[in-house]
Every structure is written in C-alpha cells, then in structure tokens.
T-cell receptor, first 110, second 112 residues
Framework: RKEVEQDPGPFNVPEGATVAFNCTYS??????FFWYRQDCRKEPKLLMS???SGNEDGRFTAQLNRASQYISLLIRDSKLSDSATYLC???????????FGTGTRLKVLA | GAGVSQSPSNKVTEKGKDVELRCDPI?????LYWYRQSLGQGLEFLIY????????KSGLPSDRFSAERTGGSVSTLTIQRTQQEDSAVYLC??????????FGPGTRLLVL
C-alpha cells in the first residue's frame, strides 16, 4: 500500500460546480498535511495547509479525518483557472520527509 | 523576496554524458530537497540537506547520482553517465523548518 494515495482522476466538472477530492494516508503518526497545486509543466505550489479543525480559504475548504486517515479538499464554484493537478502531502513532525501523492487532475469545463 | 531558483531550466544531453543541475534556495532556508518527477508521475524524493548535517541520500536511485550543498546554500545535483531513464523534471525545494516547502521551477532533463 502506498503511503499516500489519491484518485488520479481526471475529474471533469462544469464551471460553477462543487468538487471534492480525498487523499488517504497510511502512517498514523503523520501530523502535518498540505494540499499543493501543480499546473501543467510548472512546479508545485502550496495551496493550503490542513488543520485538525478544518480550514477554509475562499472557495477552498480542507478537512482532516484522523480516525479514518484521510484529508479532503472541497472546491466550490469552480473556475476554469482551477484546472490543475492537486497534490496531497503528508509530513510527520520530527522527520524531514514529505510524502507526496501522485495527484488528482481536475479539469473545469466551460 | 526571491524564491527558489534552478538552472538550467532545460537540458538536453546525450546518453553517457554528465550533467550538473543547480539550485539556489530561499535565503535563510536551512533545509533543501531534491525531487524527481517523471511524466505523469508523482514526486520522487532524491536527497535532503539540513544545515551542516550529513545529507540523507537514501532516495538517490543509483551511484551515478550525487549532490552537494556548499556553505549551506547553493546545491548541485550531478548525474554521471546519463541514461535515457534519467529524463525527468528535477525539482528543488527549500524550507525554513516550519514545514512548508517552496519549490523552484525545475530543470527539464532530456537524455537522447
């Protein structure tokens, strides 16, 4: 089993739709979680950290479920510019390794 | 402020040649990572530097790969006797230890 698993997609959604991605992790000692966005032929960029209580940034909401060992990303009112690959990243405090998922590809259609 | 920079942005080389890839991390960041990303794949960890500590080289795929970091700042990833399977995007990231990594734009390596 991979340490971090994501559905590769693609998720094809119309503009204005709400879409959600999940990411599961296998190491219960994992303590920090992030969503990165990667555009085609570009480097990954931090989208948001994921806090235990859940957090929101505009149209984006991230949640953590420790009991089931998954994190989620919800995008409301999708824009064409949201089209990208979304990478789930898991980090265990006290270590330096960040484990990246292979990403979920989102296509927002006009 | 300036982000992570990498050079060259693109490199085409012939099989068997050596290549050097450079990374300039964000000033003051003590942690530096090298990753490799093949087409359509996730990020593969290669090597990690933290301050003056010995680097973790456990991700390097073969002894043809090596990296160094001089003065706790600039890092160079060297691939000797390149093979076609080395073709990928090589990404460098730095961190201040507060957990968030910042990536450079990457070097796209093509081995013919």
């Amino acid at each position: 089993r991979k340490e971090v698993e994501q559905d590769p997609g693609p998720f094809n959604v119309p503009e204005g739709a709400t879409v959600a991605f999940n990411c599961t992790y296998s190491n219960s000692a994992s303590q920090s979680f992030f969503w990165y966005r990667q555009d085609c032929r570009k480097e990954p960029k931090l989208l948001m950290s994921v806090y235990s209580s859940g957090n929101e940034d505009g149209r984006f909401t991230a949640q953590l479920n420790r009991a089931s060992q998954y994190i989620s990303l919800l995008i409301r009112d999708s824009k064409l510019s949201d089209s990208a690959t979304y990478l789930c990243v898991v980090h265990t405090s006290g270590t330096y390794k960040y484990i990246f998922g292979t990403g979920t590809r989102l296509k927002v259609l006009a | 402020g300036a982000g992570v920079s990498q050079s060259p942005s693109n490199k085409v080389t012939e099989k068997g040649k050596d290549v050097e890839l450079r990374c300039d991390p964000i000033s003051g960041h003590t942690a530096l990572y090298w990753y490799r990303q093949s087409l359509g794949q996730g990020l593969e960890f290669l090597i990690y530097f933290q301050g003056n500590s010995a680097p973790d080289k456990s991700g390097l795929p073969s002894d043809r790969f090596s990296a160094e970091r001089t003065g706790g700042s600039v890092s160079t990833l060297t691939i000797q006797r390149t093979q076609q399977e080395d073709s990928a995007v090589y990404l460098c990231a730095s961190s201040s230890g507060l957990e968030t990594q910042y990536f450079g734009p990457g070097t796209r390596l093509l081995v013919l």
